[in-house]
Nanobody, 117 residues
């Protein structure tokens, strides 16, 4: 029901930065928790960062201190700023939305992040 479209991925050198964007088809300001996940080929899809409707962030240990998740409620957009990127950050990054009360998870199609010299 909720459509999510990610953008902002690309190729970057180690130590570089990217801003990923996720635009939702409806308001995400109320009663939704948003998240960014990533998945490398043949690997599990892992949580990178989450943000509540009250803008409380949470981060995976692998990216804590190097990433920032934020929202622009007026634009129905959630961002993920990735800094000091490493080769191990290479993955497809997916945006997720789910109501805080539970229920279905909604996923975008993903955006590729490639970190290489």
């Amino acid at each position: 029901q909720v459509q999510l479209v990610e953008s902002g991925g690309g190729s970057v050198q180690p130590g570089g930065s990217l801003r990923l964007s996720c635009v939702a088809s409806e308001s995400i300001s109320d009663y939704y928790v948003m998240g960014w996940y990533r998945q490398a080929p043949g690997k599990q899809r892992d949580m990178v960062a989450t943000i509540t409707s009250g803008d409380r962030p949470g981060y995976a240990s692998a990216v804590k201190g190097r990433s920032t998740i934020s929202k622009d409620n007026a634009k129905n957009t959630v961002y993920l700023d990735l800094n000091k990127l490493k080769a191990e950050d290479t993955a497809v990054y997916y945006c997720k939305a789910r109501r805080v009360s539970g229920g279905p998870e909604y996923w975008g199609q993903g955006t590729q992040v490639t970190v290489s010299p």
